[in-house]
């Protein structure tokens, strides 16, 4: 599985963005996928998660109600829209897809994890 995320940049507080991440190779077997984000000398935390297939959703608390997630699985394509951003949220994000082939009732058994090579996001206040 490959990412390839787009639409980082900087904006200013106040402001929205819209992120995506296009999938490509292995897709029919992804299971789950996420945003993750980074800020210089902080941890990666995850931002927000979907599963694929009943689109249920996950949020940081530091981003519910401001951000949304969504999927097209037609076109393999996971987005972020950001909304009422702040300096805050400044860091780098990543796309993130978790693939399965062997369930063991709702637990995955072979887990994959991939990651794209991220895209900047910077608020100015």
């Known amino acids: 599985v490959h990412l390839v995320e787009s639409g980082g940049g900087l904006v200013q507080a106040g402001d929205s963005l819209r992120l995506s991440c296009a999938a490509s190779g292995r897709t029919a077997i992804i299971d789950n996928m996420a945003w993750y984000r980074q800020a210089p000398e902080n941890q990666r935390e995850l931002v927000a998660s979907?599963?694929?297939?009943?689109?249920?959703?996950h949020y940081a608390d530091a981003v519910q109600g401001r951000f949304i997630i969504s999927r097209d699985d037609a076109k393999n394509i996971l987005d972020l829209q950001m909304n009422s951003l702040g300096p805050e949220d400044t860091a780098r994000y990543f796309c993130y897809a978790q693939t399965c082939t062997v369930f063991s009732g709702p637990k995955c058994e072979d887990e994959k994890d991939y990651w794209g090579q991220g895209t900047q996001v910077t608020v100015s206040s």
């Open positions: 979907i599963t694929v297939g009943r689109g249920r959703t």
